[in-house]
């Protein structure tokens, strides 16, 4: 048995696992988190700047994660991308809680990272990327 295609039948396209709207959603929330860092390190020092870096990671890797994972099952399975796209914002929203817990009991919140720029960088990391991967998303597409 072979993967050729029968004789007239054009072979399909490679699957794309990681589409536009990941690299222009990474590179505006990366443009953006670095701006949110450099203005938490003027008002609020080292704090505030760790603060922002720790709160604008946390989305550049739980959304880049998410994103992959949900265009890598859209790939093989487009039916069941959207079970896959709820359970990922849980595990998103879950993953953020922990962080903060973790963050919190082990004394850094208010010490050497101030909670209030994690929570804006978050915030605003959040809405960047949402708008960033929307915005690719229904931007139409040369055919090539």
């Known amino acids: 048995m072979t993967t050729a295609p ?3 039948v054009p072979p399909r396209p490679p699957v794309r696992v990681v589409g536009p709207e ?3 959603a990474g590179a505006t929330t990366t443009v953006v988190a670095l701006a949110t860092i450099g203005v938490a390190a003027v008002v609020s020092g080292p704090a505030g700047a760790a ?3 720790i709160g604008a990671a946390m989305v550049l890797v739980f959304f880049g994660f998410g994103s992959v994972t ?3 099952v859209a790939a093989v399975s487009p039916a069941a991308s959207l079970p896959v796209a709820l359970l990922t914002y849980v595990l998103q929203v879950v993953a953020v809680a922990v ?3 973790v963050l919190r009991r082990s004394g850094a919140l208010g ?3 101030e909670a209030t720029w994690v929570a804006a960088a978050l915030i605003i ?4 990327w949402s708008a ?3 915005r690719a998303a229904t931007r139409p597409r040369a055919s090539a």
């Open 6 to 8: 029968p004789p007239g």
């Open 22 to 24: 990941l690299g222009l």
């Open 51 to 53: 603060g922002a870096a």
């Open 132 to 134: 960033a991967h929307l």
């Open 111 to 113: 010490t050497s990272v």
């Open 125 to 128: 990391s959040t809405l960047v």
């Open 70 to 72: 949900v265009g890598a």
């Open 99 to 101: 962080t903060f817990s």
